[in-house]
């Protein structure tokens, strides 16, 4: 036992000592290989030509969307707050798969990138997928007013968004208010 104790810390020793060694030769093997692949690409152009388009890229494939419906609005309203449109766009268009409040959302900057077109067609879609949306009501009559046209259309808007929304009356009330003074000016 006494030998075993003696001999126990100095084979640990060697094989440490084995084993860093061999990971030492792996690591300069690894160096020496990446050495001449750079020493090839400095040396031949074409090779990297090759390199880069002819082989294939790993992809990486999300199977399960690791968001909720929620969570993607959420990131849309972080984006559009930084005015990164285009991104609040592709989570907008993620979370309406399930949310169909992301309709108005999407038509919302759509609005803001001046695509007004793309707006309507998005309030509209808000509207019919959830007819109790009175923002969605008010927002296409605003669209309207800013197009200047469609005004009666944008006015029985306005009416329908009080009509769903009373606590928001104050709000839709302004915008029938501009609706009527550009319909009827002084």
Same mark, same amino acid.
């Given at each position: 036992m006494g030998e075993n104790k003696i001999l126990d810390p100095v084979?640990?020793?060697?094989?440490?000592?084995?084993?860093?060694?061999?990971?030492?030769?792996?690591?300069? #093997?690894?160096?020496?290989?990446?050495?001449?692949?750079?020493?090839?690409?400095?040396?031949?152009?074409?090779?990297?030509?090759?390199?880069?388009?002819?082989?294939?890229? /790993?992809?990486?494939?999300?199977?399960?969307? /690791?968001?909720? /419906?929620? #969570?993607?609005?959420?990131?849309?309203?972080?984006?559009?707050?930084?005015?990164?449109?285009?991104?609040?766009?592709? #989570?907008? #268009?993620?979370?309406?798969k399930k949310l169909p409040i992301a309709y108005l959302y999407l038509g919302n900057v759509y609005f803001q990138k001046n695509e007004l077109d793309d707006a309507e067609k998005y309030y509209r879609k808000a509207i019919k997928k959830n007819p109790d949306n009175?923002?969605?009501?008010?927002?296409?009559?605003?669209?309207?007013f800013t197009k200047r046209e469609n005004l009666d259309e944008a006015e029985k808007l306005v009416l329908k968004a009080v009509e769903l929304n009373p606590a928001k009356g104050d709000i839709y009330k302004d915008t029938l208010e501009k609706i009527n003074a550009l319909r009827n000016p002084k």
């Open positions: 084979d640990k020793t060697q094989i440490k000592s084995r084993e860093q060694r061999a990971k030492r030769k792996v690591i300069l #093997e690894q160096l020496r290989l990446w050495c001449q692949f750079r020493l090839s690409l400095t040396l031949c152009p074409m090779l990297l030509a090759i390199f880069l388009f002819a082989c294939a890229m /790993p992809r990486i494939i999300v199977l399960d969307d /690791p968001l909720s /419906p929620e #969570e993607h609005l959420n990131l849309g309203v972080a984006y559009e707050k930084k005015g990164e449109l285009d991104n609040a766009i592709r #989570e907008y #268009e993620i979370a309406s009175a923002d969605a009501y008010n927002n296409l009559a605003w669209l309207y």
